[in-house]
């Protein structure tokens, strides 16, 4: 068997109640519950300023020595539970490919909006973008920060459930490409895009559509905590809460609808610098 020496008996993330319940009322006994995510004994991490651009003494600003993909899953039925990951992609977030850098990718972007179509996808319990720990789980800094958290490019039917992401310079989660039919469930997703305030703590774009977004906590995201930029819509967003997101100069909204039938319900927005979520 295996004998864990120095457990992790953190919790990290929000533990506390979202969105407003079918009764359209907050703080009552109907609205979801986050409990926090179980601080992983496994941490990935590129490191403290590992691929540090122009440091490879190649040649001056290169970014040969960057560790772009954490996770790289090019497969059906992956499951990627109860770890730590951060740190992963160009060192300087601004220039890095938002489409094929990050902690964890699934899929790829084989151009013109399409990815390969992977099914059976699950990412849970994990905490993304920081460290493990309560202490730990804060921002990185410059040079040390993920690029995107999760990476999905084509993929259909994934579910992100209970999860920390957090800290990211682009995006938190970045469901794209034709992705369809992703839920994203009882997630802690705050402080993302610190290095690109137009990009979300959640977005589901690029001919991606038909997801659940439902649950989750939401706070201060540079842009918006969930963009549907390009999406083919029928997107449901109920029962999160948004708080203090659209910190940036670009993108203000708590929420940004693209494509049609898409569904906000039952979502508490507060604080937010621009819209809650304007049609």
């Known amino acids: 068997g295996t004998t864990i020496i120095t457990p992790n008996t953190s919790i990290v993330g929000y533990v506390g109640q979202v969105g407003l319940g079918a009764d359209a009322i907050a703080g009552t006994a109907d609205d979801p519950t986050l409990s926090g995510v179980q601080g992983p004994q496994l941490e990935i991490a590129a490191g403290p300023s590992v691929g540090l651009d122009g440091t490879s003494g190649v040649s001056p600003g290169d970014t040969l020595d960057d560790v772009l993909i954490g996770l790289d899953i090019q497969a059906n039925n992956a499951t990627i539970r109860r770890i730590d990951i951060h740190g992963f992609g160009r060192d ?34 994990n905490v993304i973008g920081a460290g493990p720990t309560v202490s730990t789980f804060v921002d990185p800094g410059v040079n040390n920060r993920s690029v995107d958290g999760i990476l999905a490019a084509g993929p259909d039917g994934g579910i992100i459930q209970y999860n920390a992401i957090g800290f990211t310079g682009r995006m938190g989660a970045f469901i794209t490409n034709g992705a369809d039919g992703w839920m994203v469930t009882g997630n802690d997703v705050r402080f993302n895009a610190l290095e690109h305030d137009d990009q979300d703590g959640v977005a589901i774009g690029n001919l991606s559509g038909g997801g659940i977004v439902t649950g989750n906590y939401f706070y201060q995201n540079l842009a918006q905590g969930v963009d549907l930029y390009r999406s083919t819509g029928g997107n449901t967003i109920q029962n999160n809460t948004f708080e203090q997101n659209g910190q940036g100069t670009s993108e203000t909204n708590a929420v940004r609808l693209f494509g049609t039938d898409n569904n906000v319900s039952y979502n508490l927005i507060r604080d937010t610098n621009g819209a809650g979520a304007p049609a």
């Open 92 to 125: 300087d977030t601004t220039n890095a490919d938002l489409y094929a850098e990050g902690d964890i990718r699934i899929g790829e972007d084989l151009g013109g909006d399409a990815g390969p179509d992977f099914t059976g996808t699950l990412i849970e319990y």
